[in-house]
């Protein structure tokens, strides 16, 4: 995170078989062609140092791409900051403070840019897609009496555009009661692959009325106000609204709508307590859970699952996963209610063959724990629900033959959730030292939240399997 201000110091067949190839990025600072959302600035406002947490953002912004118009967009929001790792949306990486009042992060991140995924303006079509991919970056940070500067540079390393970029920009805080407005302002230099990939006209696809060009590299600027309200100790409330001013050159593209690009966005978040949670993580006992599943029939929804209206396997084109997941408790009774909150990541082995490759999924997420159930002081009960990312490579199988049947996308990157029920093996067996050990069912789903994210390709549909699971505590 950004340095605190002055006054907020703050299943069943061959699943042996497998191996897991993935990685990705994900920071809150994400998702459209303009920079409302990519700008440093935005990452302090939304979640508190040291903390974890999830929340929704919604925006709209001008497109760079001429007839394109404005788009709007819809972005989940995933925090976790330790003390050396991070996660925030579209990134994940380490930090370091090498000196006091600076800040030095190295990130993986997934990019934003690129042609729209619904419907292409005509000046696009025929065009072939171009998507940001995934950049290696490090960012500085620096606060100077009340104004704090940053910097960061960043290579792109998964696509044929091969960019380099670099920034810096500066922003200060008016505090206003619990309101914080804060301006800032942001130039960007792009080398010329990079403009090339997003704004050039290959020879090959050039046209009478779209000719041939190249932008070269280029300076873009950016101005914007964000404002942030701590609406309790838990929720944040946050907007913004900016301009970005691309470089002459690419204003110049036969596919670029000339002038300023604005956009504004609105969002929440919810905040663990920060204290609460590093003492948690440092003290509580190590979590490990194992787990099979099988995939479930495309009409049976998460929904149909959890309230067992459906819970039919597929058996026509049937694939299986094997999971592994480590956690740690996040927050124990949360405002003094039977419930916990825990951090995972978790690792799926998919054994798709021999419909396709067999693949492995990385997922992060936070999960909620109700134990507060009459009879839970006799057989400890527990319901709960996670939530957060998921990264596959390759897609499932699953989610490649429920969008194909329908002529939708797959996205590599969706949205994660995770229903589950369990008892204490303990409590059933009488083995008062097996409390902490439980058997239970879970849902294990991938989907795009209804195809209005951006960061998650703009995905309607994903992928349900229907899992048995043992978790004991270390």
Known sequence: MGLPPHSRRPGQRRWQRGALALLTGTALHAAAPAQIKTDEALVDLVAKPGGAGFGILVSSERSPYRGAGYRSDLMPVYLYEGERFFLRTDRTGLKFAPAPQQALEVYLRRRFDGFPLNDPPPPLQNLPVHRGGYDLGVSWRSRVDRVELHASASQNISNESRGQEAAFGAYTDWLLGGLTLRPAATITWRSARSNDFYFGVPAEFATAERPEYHPGAGVDLFAGLYASYQLSAGWRLFAGAGITRRAGTVQASPIVEPGTQAGAMLGATYNLDATSVRTQVVESPTIVRIGYGEAAIDSCNIVRIVTLDCTKIDHSTPTEIASLAIGKTLVRSLNDWPFDVFGFVGLVYHHDRTYQRDGGELNLFIKGVFHGFPWSDRVLTRI?????????????????????????????????????????IGDLIGKTDWRQTFVGLSVTHRSGIFGTSRFLGNVDGGSNYITIYVEHAL
């Open 384 to 424: 709960g629900f996670g939530w957060g990312i998921s990264i596959a490579d390759p897609v499932p199988f699953a989610e490649v033959a429920e969008q194909a049947s329908r002529s939708r996308r797959t996205s590599r990157v969706l949205n994660y959730n995770e229903p589950s029920v369990d008892v204490s």
